[in-house]
């Protein structure tokens, strides 16, 4: 039911764990199964993800898609980043059981939720991004799980 890249970034995943002093975090939601997932990006000066990494309380699906994202927008300008979208990083992985396609959009929104305290953060607007609204950030405890 799952393919062999989604097997292997869910025993596998890439890129867990945490960056300290983040130039953007963060934390969504998923509305249909509780699920939440939290996103780091280290953005240099030059709009450019240096690094990105992820936690997540999530499924199977959850794991493979964000260790996917995380690979996929890195190395990438902020522009580039938005263009991974759910659906080019179940492509990434030769896609995702449709049961399972909602579990792909925790990867989406994170990365566009810590591109959004980015912004907030540096007092920009990026260009074709807006808040996610399962976006569950705010006022937070960083260390809650
Ligand atoms: Fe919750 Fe997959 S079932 S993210």
Not at 69 to 96: F, P, R, S
Request: proline letters at 3%.
């Amino acid at each position: 039911m799952y393919s062999e890249k989604v097997m292997d970034h869910f025993q596998h995943p890439r890129n867990v764990g945490e960056i300290e002093n983040a130039s953007g975090v963060g934390t969504v939601g998923n509305a249909k199964c509780g699920d939440i997932m939290r996103m780091y990006l280290d953005i240099d000066d030059n709009g450019v993800i240096q690094d990105c990494k992820f936690k997540t309380f999530g499924c199977g699906a959850a794991v493979a898609t964000s260790s996917m994202a995380t690979e996929l927008v890195k190395g990438k300008t902020i522009q580039q980043a938005l263009e991974v979208t759910n659906k080019a990083v179940m492509e990434a992985l030769d896609g995702l059981p449709p049961v399972k396609v909602h579990c792909s959009l925790l990867a989406e929104e994170a990365i566009h939720a810590a591109l959004w305290d980015y912004a907030e953060k540096h007092h920009i607007k990026i260009e074709g991004l807006s808040k996610p609204k399962n976006d569950i950030s705010e006022g937070e405890e960083e260390d809650e799980y």
